[in-house]
């Protein structure tokens, strides 16, 4: 919301802006309308894939139709479908953008050479993209298991989207692996260490939401604390 309302006040200053220099003719006052018309379809487009991840957790992809997505957005169906041909469409863009986008985001702030540190920092940042995501649904009840679903049944139902969210684990992997190597390089780590098996732990930490405990809501802060712990076993003394 906060970002909508930035945008829209950054477009007036500049229509204001201009219109203190008497230079606003026809076509400035179109482009500045037409700006803040798309910033406003973007963000009715961005609501709708909120509420469609929320209730895709919840209640599970086969059990959320169109006229779900209506109801809880108070929307006319015709406006749903200028933004989305299908309940296909909007699941697998709801999945991208909230589960998949962010991970590529933030696997591509790693810098050539980073350290362990360094991709502790950018798993964090992703884990704090996910709690966004979370903090903003109206439903607080959402954990790891409801999130595990709605993974599993598009990566099943789309096997692109499946490919996608490959490639990411690979890519992460071989981060976890450069870094264990880049710290062993800088004198940080234990030589002893085994590098993949290793990287696989670091990998799977913020698996430790725990799908096994589905009663409590997902708990962000510890991971932090497992991944200093990790990487404190493996350091040299």
């Not at 940042?125 to 954990?143: F, P, S, T, W």
């Amino acid at each position: 919301v906060f970002k909508f309302f930035e945008k829209i006040f950054v477009y007036i200053k500049n229509f204001v802006y201009l219109c203190g220099r008497k230079i606003v003719n026809r076509e400035d006052s179109f482009n500045i309308n037409h700006q803040i018309n798309i910033v406003m379809e973007e963000d009715r487009r961005e609501k709708i894939l909120l509420k469609a991840i929320e209730l895709y957790m919840i209640e599970g992809y086969a059990n959320v139709s169109i006229t779900d997505l209506q109801e809880a957005l108070n929307m006319g169906r015709g406006t749903m479908y200028y933004y989305f041909k299908d309940k296909d469409e909007l699941f697998q863009e709801a999945v991208s953008t909230f589960l998949i986008q962010p991970k590529q985001r933030a696997l591509e702030r790693v810098k050539e050479g980073a350290t362990i540190p360094e991709v502790i920092e950018t798993m964090l940042y992703y884990l704090g993209q996910l709690r966004d995501v979370h903090e903003q649904v109206d439903n607080k009840n959402i954990n790891t298991s409801n999130v595990v679903n709605v993974m599993f049944t598009a990566y099943s139902k789309f096997p692109e989207l499946y490919k996608k969210a490959r490639r990411l684990y690979e890519r992460e992997l071989n981060l976890w692996i450069q870094a264990i190597k880049n710290s062993m390089r800088a004198g940080d780590v234990r030589g002893d260490v085994h590098i993949e098996t290793i990287a696989h732990m670091f990998l799977h930490i913020k698996d430790g939401w725990d799908p096994g405990r589905t009663s409590g809501p997902m708990n962000y802060e510890i991971l932090y604390d497992q991944y200093q712990y990790l990487y404190e076993l493996i350091k040299k003394s």
